[in-house]
């Protein structure tokens, strides 16, 4: 479910430095005028091959324009933020605070959501199992009961935002968040990491749903990517490994039997 997803035996790391989200892709940072911009990312899968539960239509929208205008808006504000520092100029570099916070997030947010979707015939909307499988199980009774529960925090958001499965990297517990505008779940705590993340925007939807969001949320699941469904033998510790903008961090999962102990209690 989230940006790239495999099961290893290896401990927590975390991989500094910037780096392509994934081989081939050109979603990549770069580094220019001492500051690091962002670049469109490609898609795995071609516009219209989430058809029907996403037309062709909105998913070339949302990518070619709105998921541009947030890089190009963000590498602008990073600019204007280079010669306002250079200036010393503090009203300006407070100014622009909010647009790299709406343009940055959503940039980040985006750039989550596509790698969360997969077309039907490679994958798309099969459900998780082995130690994803019984996380979800354990903290939300049912793959159902999760799906009910994000669709409905996600029709109850109020104007624009995102709807999130987060692992809390802590307790490692999964828990459902929802973020306003292009807020990134990190504004709802620095240990949540995002597993799976669905744009509630309108611009996400209206051109097939029109205001019928509750519609929208029912028929992605059926191309949502559930990546972490690989299998882990029982009992062996497992982690989650998330390659995301920031680079390639990886977290420990609960073993199937702590997830079994962990029913009991």
Known sequence: MALRTLFSKKAFTTASGFRPIAAGDRCFLRQARGLTVAALPDLAYDYGALEPAISGEIMRLHHQKHHQAYVTNYNNALEQLETAVAKGDASAVVRLQSAIKFNGGGHI???????????????????????????????????????????????????S????????????????????????LVTKGANLVPLLGIDVWEHAYYLQYKNVRPDYLKNIWKVVLHAASLSVPTGEESTIRIVSLQGTETFLLPTCNELKNRQSL
């Open 109 to 159: 947010n985006h750039s989550i959501f596509w790698k969360n979707l997969k077309p039907v015939n490679e994958g798309g909307g099969e459900p998780p199992h082995s130690t994803l499988g019984w996380a979800i199980d354990t903290d939300f009774c049912s793959l159902e009961a999760l799906v009910q529960k994000m669709n409905a925090e996600g029709a109850a958001l109020q104007g």
């Open 161 to 184: 935002g995102w709807v999130w499965l987060a692992l809390d990297k802590g307790s490692k517990k999964l828990s459902v968040e929802t973020t306003s505008n292009q807020d990134p």
